[in-house]
C-alpha cells in the first residue's frame, strides 16, 4: 500500500459520520502494529510524529520505515507531521515524503499564524499533501508529555472560520476544553463552542489529546465534527507499564523480548480507538 492525502480519509469521515484515529509512532515496529490491527478491522487509519519523536528517527527515516512496514499491508493510512515547530520543519517533511503536514503557530499572534499557514499551503497543496492548521491553542494536561505548551486558549468560532477561509486550510485543530497527555481529572468539552465552530468553518476538525476522553463525549464531539482523533498518551502508559514490569525487579526480562511485549500491549489501546471512533469497518 501507498499512504495517501490524510485529506482523503477525513473527506470520508465526515461524510460517513465516523472519527479516524491518528496513533503516534515512533519506529518501525509501532508502525508495523497499527497498520496490521487496522487491516484486521478493515479501519482507515493515520500515523503521526513530529519534533519529539525525531530524536528517534528523523523525518527520511521515518518516511523509510513507514513504507517499508506498510509493503505488507492494503489499507487506507496517511503519514502526518504533528506540531511542526518550524516551516523549515515542514519543508523537511514535505520533501521526506509526509502525505500530511502541521505548522502549529497557535501560541504565535493571529497574523503570524496566518501567513506562516499560507505559505505551507503554497508549498503543499501542489504535491498533493494535506494541511492541519490549529487556532486556539490546545495545552498540556500534564508536565510529561511533549505536544502542545502552556495553557489553552478557547477558540472562537468566528477566528475559526476567517483562519480557515485565509489560510485554506484542509483541517482545523480547536480548542474546546481538550488537552495534550494524561488528564488528571476528566475533561469538560464545550460542546456549544464545538457547535458553533463546526457550523461556521467548512472542513474536518481535529481533536488534539485523545486519551482519556469519556466514550459519549467522543462520540459527540465526533457527530459535530470532530474527523481526526490524535492518540498518544494511552498507547505510551501501555508501553511504560509494559517495560515497568518487564525490566525492574530481581530477574529482567531480555530487552528484546520487552520490548516485544511492550508493542503487544498497545495493541487493545489500538483495537478500542479504531472501534470507538467508528473507523472499524470503513476500508
Not at 92 to 120: I, K
Not at 178 to 192: I, M, Q, S, T, V
Not at 222 to 251: C, P, Q, W, Y
Amino acid at each position: 500500500m501507498k499512504f495517501v492525502p490524510m485529506s482523503e480519509l477525513l473527506k470520508d469521515a465526515v461524510e460517513g459520520g465516523y472519527g479516524i484515529p491518528s496513533f503516534c509512532v515512533w519506529n518501525i515496529e509501532v508502525m508495523n502494529a497499527i497498520l496490521g490491527v487496522a487491516q484486521d478491522l478493515r479501519a482507515p487509519v493515520i500515523l503521526m510524529n513530529g519534533p519529539g519523536e525525531f530524536r528517534v528517527l528523523d523525518p527520511e527515516l521515518v518516511v523509510g520505515a513507514a513504507e517499508l512496514a506498510a509493503r505488507r499491508y492494503n489499507v487506507p493510512a496517511a503519514l502526518h507531521l504533528d506540531h511542526g515547530d518550524s516551516p523549515e520543519r515542514v519543508r523537511e517533511c514535505l520533501e521526506a515524503g509526509y502525505t500530511s503536514v502541521m505548522l502549529d503557530y497557535s501560541t504565535r499572534p493571529v497574523e503570524e499564524n496566518v501567513e506562516a499557514l499560507r505559505q505551507v499551503v503554497s508549498a503543499a497543496h501542489p504535491l498533493g499533501v494535506t494541511v492541519e492548521g490549529e487556532i486556539g491553542h490546545v495545552g498540556r494536561a500534564d508536565t510529561m508529555t511533549v505536544e502542545g505548551e502552556g495553557d489553552s486558549t478557547l477558540t472562537r468560532p468566528e477566528q475559526a472560520a476567517d483562519y480557515v477561509a485565509r489560510t485554506d486550510v484542509d483541517a482545523l485543530a480547536v480548542s474546546i476544553g481538550n488537552a495534550h497527555g494524561r488528564y488528571a481529572k476528566l475533561p469538560r468539552f464545550d460542546f456549544e463552542r464545538l457547535e458553533a465552530i463546526h457550523r461556521a468553518v467548512p472542513v474536518p476538525l481535529v481533536l488534539h489529546g485523545g486519551s482519556g476522553t469519556p466514550d459519549e463525549d467522543l462520540k459527540r464531539a465526533i457527530s459535530l465534527g470532530m474527523a481526526k482523533i490524535n492518540v498518544a498518551t494511552e498507547l505510551v502508559t501501555a508501553m511504560r507499564e509494559s517495560l515497568r514490569r518487564d525490566l525492574t525487579g530481581d530477574h529482567p526480562s531480555w530487552p528484546p523480548h520487552a520490548h516485544a511485549e511492550s508493542i503487544s500491549a498497545m495493541v487493545p489501546v489500538m483495537v478500542r480507538w479504531l472501534t470507538l471512533t467508528g473507523a472499524a469497518g470503513r476500508a
